[in-house]
T-cell receptor
Framework: AQKITQTQPGMFVQEKEAVTLDCTYD???????LFWYKQPSSGEMIFLIY??????QNATEGRYSLNFQKARKSANLVISASQLGDSAMYFC????????????????FGKGTLLTVNP | DSGVTQTPKHLITATGQRVTLRCSPR?????VYWYQQSLDQGLQFLIQ???????AKGNILERFSAQQFPDLHSELNLSSLELGDSALYFC?????????????FGPGTRLTVL
């Protein structure tokens, strides 16, 4: 089974509107972290936002917020007031486990959602 | 700019050849991760080093190897290259725990095997 599922291969949004990108995850760990990254056409991976499994409040970073629903194992990214520069591929990722002096902190990525912002 | 540097940005080579990709982590970061991004496999974790020691292996082929040096820079060596090794190779770094800051990715090295 996939650990990170992004069901929307592509999404379109009008400039200045809000958009939600879906992400569901699968883990048996109690401690984990969820991340969103943006990959523009230039190729770099840009870290956007992080949510820890024990965080009670939804994470926010400027126009980005993470709608974390632990019981449903979902971690949707909400982008408010979309801008043309938001057009990019967006990846949801998960890190499982607790830090214990060097344990594996690899990220498992979903397949991504290509967001297009229309003027 | 994430603070992670990777060289070269682009690499074109032939099947059967060997190449070395280089990564310098952010200042102070002890962990280095290598990822491969291809159209068919998506983003996949290859290997992690922490303060010079290998910590975890993912879907890394036996033809691939890596190391982290005392100055914490890392190199990914790809040998006996095949057409299917063409991909974007990312290096990422973090201090100890990935915590709220996540892993910071370099700009990537785009490898084309002809």
């Amino acid at each position: 089974a996939q650990k990170i599922t992004q069901t929307q291969p592509g999404m379109f949004v009008q400039e200045k509107e809000a958009v939600t990108l879906d992400c569901t995850y699968d883990t048996s760990d109690q401690s984990y972290g969820l991340f969103w990254y943006k990959q523009p056409s230039s190729g770099e991976m840009i870290f956007l936002i992080y949510q820890g499994s024990y965080d009670e409040q939804n994470a926010t970073e400027g126009r980005y917020s993470l709608n974390f629903q632990k019981a449903r194992k979902s971690a949707n990214l909400v982008i408010s007031a979309s801008q043309l520069g938001d057009s990019a591929m967006y990846f949801c990722a998960m890190r499982e486990g607790l830090w214990s002096g060097g344990s594996n902190y690899k990220l498992t990525f979903g397949k991504g959602t290509l967001l297009t912002v229309n003027p | 700019d994430s603070g992670v540097t990777q060289t070269p940005k682009h690499l074109i080579t032939a099947t059967g050849q060997r190449v070395t990709l280089r990564c310098s982590p952010r200042s102070g970061d002890l962990s280095v991760y290598w990822y491969q991004q291809s159209l068919d496999q998506g983003l996949q974790f290859l290997i992690q080093y922490y303060n010079g020691e290998e910590r975890a292996k993912g879907n890394i082929l036996e033809r691939f190897s890596a190391q982290q040096f005392p100055d914490l820079h890392s190199e990914l060596n790809l040998s006996s290259l095949e057409l299917g090794d063409s991909a974007l190779y990312f290096c990422a770094s973090s201090y100890r725990t990935s915590g709220p800051q996540g892993q910071f990715f370099g700009p990537g090295t785009r490898l084309t095997v002809l």
